[in-house]
């Protein structure tokens, strides 16, 4: 009976016996589950790394046009206000 109490402390989750079962059973589980990936073929990675450039590309023209938009309607208020002010 005490050998199968020290058996259990020893196996206990905080032990290092337990933490490398727990790692074991963890890279055996990590393993079987990167079998089941579907991982994506070269034609779509490349469709979408293409969306990804133009969706980059069109919002910095977009933010960009509003930036100057609102540089604009600033400075122009700013100058009227500074004018009419003198």
């Not at 196996?11 to 290092?16: A, F, Q, T």
């Not at 070269?42 to 969306?51: A, D, H, I, W």
């Amino acid at each position: 009976m005490a050998q199968a109490a020290m058996r259990e402390e020893q196996e206990s989750p905080n032990s290092p016996k337990g933490l490398w079962k727990q790692f074991k059973e963890y890279a055996s589980e990590v393993k079987i589950e990167t079998k089941r990936v579907t991982w994506p073929g070269f034609q779509e990675v490349y469709g979408t790394t293409v969306m990804v450039v133009l969706t980059t590309f069109l919002f910095g023209i977009f933010f960009w046009v509003c930036d100057q938009v609102f540089q604009y309607s600033i400075v122009k208020e700013l100058l009227g206000y500074l004018m009419h002010r003198s």
